[in-house]
C-alpha cells in the first residue's frame, strides 16, 4: 500500500480485499457504498433488532457517510468498513465509525487503510487486527451463533466419555482444565495454553472442550494443527469417534478443501494454504505441540485466523519459550492450566518406569558426548558395529523375556511390545534383522523396522498396536512423538538424545497405563547413557528442571530454550549432512543426486501420469488422488516421500506439491541464504531504524547468515572485531538495546531453521 496517500487510492486495495474475502464491491445487494446514515434518534431506514448489541449506543447522533456497508443475503447490514487514508492509524477512526453501525443496526466495524485491517465486535469486544475481511458466511455465522450462544456453566461436563469401544472416565484434572477454560472464555480471554504430560489424554480432553463449544453455541468450525503425520492421525482418529456426529476431514497438501466442520492439518501444508481462508472461517484453532508453532513462518497460519486459539503441549514451562506464552497471552510465563508430570505418576495416572541395569555403555568415557551437532551416519559408524548392535540386541531381547510377566502379569505373548529407538534407518534396518535372527520362528515378523520410506508404514503401525506381531517397532524419528501405544512394556535407545524435550517425549511412549494387561511398570533399556546425562532414574524423575550431568544429584538450571535442539526434527542433520538416507535399509544417497532424480522422475512422468498434470496445472486434486500420488512416489528405489524430499531440498515446511512444482519448474524453491537475506530485508523493514543502524545490522545478518544464529561474543571475534563492531553497537543501541535486538534478529530470522 505504499504510495496511496488518498482515501480514493487506499479504496482501490479496499475493494480488492474485499473481493479476496468473497465479496464484489460491484454487486449492491452485497455491498453498498457511501451509505447515508441518519441519526439513531432519527429512526432508522432498515430493521436492525436482530443485530442488538449488549452496550447501549442510542444516544449517539450519527449523522454521516459510511464507505461501505456489507449486507447479509436477506439485505439486512452486516458491518459497517470505515476506510482511510495510508497514513492514518484505522483504530484511531472508531467513534467515527460507531454510530454509523448503530445507525443502521450493523452489529460488526471494520477499520482499515489498507494496510492494516480492523474487526469490531463492538457490543463484546475492542477492535483488534485481523489478516483479512469476513465473508458474508463468517459474518452470519457469528450473527447466528450469538443468538443462539448459553452459558457455559449450563452444558454439563460428562463424567465418562466413549473412546474406541470402550468407556471411558473423564479424569479429575481433565475435568479441571475444562472448568480453567470455561472461566477463561467468559472472562473473554481469546487464547489459552495448556501443558498436560504425554499419556495424559489432551487430544481426548480437547476433542471433549470442543464438544462443549459447540454445544454452548461459541463454535461451529475448528481447525486443528499438528506438525506431523503420527499427530494428524491421532487427531483425525480422536476426533472421529469423540466427536461422531460432527463432520470432520484431514487437509492434506494439493486436496481439494472442504466445507466440513472440523479440519485437520499439518502446519508445513496450512503455512501455503492459509490464503484460501478468510480470517474469520475459523470458529477455533488448536494448536498440538504448539511450542514449535509460535516461530516466524510457522506464526502467519495461526495468526491468520481471528479465532479462539487453544494450545497444547506437553513441554514443561521452562523449556516453552517466551514468545509461545505472549502469544497465548499467559500471565508470569505460567500456561492457563497445567498438571505437572510428577502428580501424574503419583496419582496413577501415568505408569511408572525403571532403567535396566548391567547393560553395555555404547559411549566410552571420555567421548565428546556433550557435542550437539554430528552426522548421524558418522556416529553410528563410530559407536556401534554388528558386534555391537548384535550385543545391544541379544541384551534387551534376554532382559525383555526375562522381565515381562512382572512388568505386566495380563500380558499374554512375551516379551510384550516394544519400541528401539535407532540412531540411522540403515541402523534400524540392522537392529530389527539381528531381533529376528533371535527368534527365527516368527519369520522375519518378530521385529518390523518402521519409518517413512516403508510403504505400508500405516499397516505396520496398525498392525503394532492391534495384533500380537510385530512384537518390537524399529524406528528412527516416526514413533517417537506423537504415537499412542498403551501397550509398550520396552523402550530401547539405541541412539543419544540431548535435547531434554525429545529425551521426555521418547520417555512418554511407554508411560501409558494399560489396565487390561494389568501393566504394573515399563523398562528402559538405555545404551547410551542418555538417563545419566539428564540424571533421570525411577526415584528422582527428570521433569525438564536440570540439565544433567549432575553426580551429586544436584539439579541445574535448565538450558536457555533457544539452544535445545528440538523435538526430533534433526534441524541441524537438515542442513549439515550431505546426503538422503533412502529405503528400510537406510542408503545414503547424495542430497544434489536425489534431487536431480526427482526431478528426473517428476518431469518424466507428467506426459502419462494425470494426477502430476493436474499439479502442473494448479487444479487441486481429490483426497484419494492425493492418497494414489504419494503412495504411487514412495516407491523402491528412490523412495520419494515429504521426509526425504524435506531433507534433500533443506526445506523442513515444504510438502509434496510444492515439490513437484519445483521439480516441474513452477516453483522456485530458494537457497537458504536467499531466503534468511529475504527475511532479513523484511524484518528490517518493519523497524524503525536510522540509515547507520540498518547498516550494522546488514553487517551482523552476513555472520548469522555463515553460523545459523548471532552470538554476542563473534561481536568480539574476527571479523567484526576488526571492523570495532562491539563497540559502534552499543553507541548505536544501547548495551541493552543490542542484546535486544540481536536476540530479536536471531527468533525472527535465524531461528527459522528450527521451523
Known amino acids: 500500500m505504499k504510495g496511496y496517500s488518498t482515501e480514493a487510492d487506499a479504496r482501490i486495495v479496499i475493494d480488492e ?18 451509505v447515508l446514515v441518519r441519526s439513531a434518534s432519527a429512526g432508522v431506514a432498515e430493521p436492525a433488532a436482530q443485530y442488538a448489541a449488549k452496550s447501549d449506543y442510542s444516544s449517539i447522533a450519527a449523522d454521516g457517510m459510511a464507505d461501505y456497508v456489507l449486507t447479509d443475503r436477506r439485505g439486512r447490514p452486516l458491518a459497517v468498513v470505515e476506510a482511510k ?26 477499520l482499515t487503510n489498507g494496510e492494516l485491517i480492523y474487526f469490531w465486535d463492538y457490543g463484546n469486544d475492542d477492535a483488534r487486527i485481523v489478516n483479512s475481511f469476513f465473508s458474508r458466511r463468517d459474518l452470519e455465522r457469528l450473527v447466528e451463533m450469538r443468538e443462539t450462544r448459553k452459558p457455559l456453566a ?8 466413549l473412546r474406541q469401544g470402550e468407556n471411558r472416565l473423564v479424569r479429575p484434572y481433565q475435568q479441571e482444565a475444562m472448568q480453567a477454560l470455561d472461566h477463561a472464555v467468559e472472562l473473554g480471554k481469546r487464547r489459552f495454553l495448556i501443558e498436560l504430560p504425554t499419556g495424559t489424554g489432551k487430544t481426548d480432553l480437547i476433542c471433549l472442550y470442543l464438544k462443549r463449544l459447540i454445544q454452548s453455541g461459541r463454535a461451529e468450525r475448528v481447525l486443528f ?26 487437509l492434506r497438501s494439493g486436496m481439494v478443501r472442504q466445507e466440513q466442520q472440523i479440519t485437520v492439518c499439518l502446519l508445513q501444508t496450512m503455512i501455503s494454504r492459509y490464503s484460501e481462508f478468510t480470517s474469520g472461517y475459523f470458529d477455533v484453532v488448536i494448536a498440538d505441540e504448539s511450542h514449535r508453532s509460535i516461530y516466524g513462518a510457522w506464526q502467519t497460519a495461526l495468526t491468520h485466523f481471528d479465532a479462539l486459539h487453544i494450545g497444547l503441549t506437553a513441554t514443561p514451562s521452562a523449556f516453552i519459550e517466551r514468545n509461545t506464552f505472549q502469544f497465548y497471552q499467559c500471565r508470569n510465563d505460567q500456561p492457563d492450566f497445567s498438571f505437572p508430570i510428577l502428580r501424574a505418576f503419583q496419582e ?7 532403567f535396566a541395569e548391567g547393560i553395555t555403555q555404547m559411549i566410552a568415557k571420555g567421548a565428546e558426548v556433550d557435542e550437539e551437532t554430528y552426522d548421524p551416519s558418522e556416529f553410528e559408524r563410530k559407536w556401534t558395529n554388528e558386534d555391537t548392535n548384535r550385543k545391544m540386541m541379544q541384551e534387551f531381547d534376554r532382559l525383555a523375556w526375562a522381565n515381562y510377566k512382572e512388568l505386566s502379569p495380563g500380558q499374554k505373548i512375551g516379551p510384550g511390545k516394544a519400541i528401539v529407538f535407532a540412531i540411522t534407518k540403515h541402523h534400524a534396518a540392522r537392529l530389527a534383522h539381528y531381533l529376528n535372527e533371535l527368534h527365527p520362528e516368527h519369520k522375519g515378523q518378530y521385529a518390523e523396522v518402521i519409518t517413512s520410506d516403508v510403504v505400508n508404514a500405516d499397516d505396520l503401525i496398525r498392525k503394532f498396536k492391534r495384533e500380537d506381531y510385530p512384537q518390537v517397532a524399529v524406528s528412527v524419528g516416526m514413533l517417537d ?33 494399560a489396565p487390561h494387561i494389568k501393566k504394573q511398570k515399563f523398562v528402559i533399556y538405555d545404551f547410551f547413557g542418555n538417563h545419566e546425562y539428564f540424571d533421570d532414574s525411577d526415584t528422582d524423575i527428570f521433569t525438564g528442571a536440570g540439565d544433567g550431568h549432575a553426580p ?36 545414503r544417497v547424495d542430497k544434489r543426486d536425489y534431487v536431480t532424480n526427482w526431478e528426473v522422475a517428476i518431469q518424466s512422468a507428467v506426459k502419462d501420469d494425470p494426477i502430476i498434470k493436474k499439479v502442473r496445472q494448479g487444479i487441486l486434486l481429490t483426497e484419494e488422488e492425493e492418497k494414489i500420488l504419494s503412495a504411487r512416489l514412495n516407491q523402491p528405489e528412490m523412495y520419494f516421500n515429504e521426509d526425504n524430499l524435506r531433507r534433500a531440498y533443506r526445506r523442513p515446511g515444504g510438502n509434496l506439491i510444492d515439490f513437484i512444482q519445483a521439480a516441474l519448474g513452477n516453483l522456485k524453491i530458494k537457497p537458504r541464504e536467499e531466503e534468511l537475506t529475504e527475511n532479513f530485508q523484511a524484518w528490517l523493514v518493519a523497524k524503525s531504524l536510522t540509515p547507520q543502524q540498518a547498516q550494522y545490522l546488514s553487517l551482523l545478518k552476513n555472520r548469522g547468515i555463515a553460523r545459523g544464529r548471532i552470538e554476542l561474543d563473534d561481536l568480539f571475534q574476527p571479523p567484526l572485531s576488526i571492523l570495532n563492531a562491539a563497540e559502534m553497537g552499543v553507541e548505536l543501541f544501547g548495551e541493552a538495546g543490542l542484546k535486544d535486538i540481536i536476540k530479536d534478529m536471531n527468533d525472527s530470522i535465524f531461528l527459522a531453521k528450527s521451523l
Not at 495510508?86 to 450493523?106: D, R
Not at 449450563?154 to 466419555?161: A, F
Not at 492421525?233 to 466427536?243: C, G, H, M, P, T
Request: proline share 6%; with cysteine; charged share 25%.
Open 348 to 354: 496413577d495416572y501415568l505408569c511408572p518406569y525403571k
Open 481 to 513: 512423538t506423537g504415537f499412542d501405544c498403551r501397550e509398550v512394556l520396552h523402550l530401547v535407545m539405541c541412539r543419544r538424545v540431548r535435547s531434554p524435550i525429545l529425551y521426555q517425549q521418547m520417555r512418554g511412549r511407554g508411560t501409558r497405563i
Open 85 to 110: 487514508r495510508t497514513a492514518v492509524e484505522p483504530y484511531a477512526a472508531k467513534q467515527q465509525a460507531l454510530p454509523y453501525a448503530k445507525g443502521i443496526g450493523a452489529p460488526f466495524v471494520f
Open 552 to 587: 551429586t544429584g544436584e539439579r541445574k538450571p535448565p538450558k536457555s530454550s533457544d539452544r535445545i535442539i528440538e523435538l526430533g526434527l534433526e534441524d541441524e542433520w537438515l542442513h549439515a549432512v550431505t546426503y538422503v538416507e533412502v529405503g528400510p535399509g537406510g542408503e
Open 154 to 161: 449450563t452444558i454439563e461436563i460428562p463424567e465418562y466419555y
Open 225 to 250: 494443527l499438528v506438525d506431523r503425520e503420527q499427530l494428524a492421525k491421532q487427531a483425525i482418529e480422536a476426533i472421529q469417534d469423540i466427536l461422531n456426529q460432527h463432520s470432520s476431514y484431514w
Open 17 to 34: 480485499l474485499l473481493r479476496q474475502a468473497g465479496w464484489d464491491p460491484a454487486d449492491k445487494s452485497q455491498v453498498r457504498t457511501e
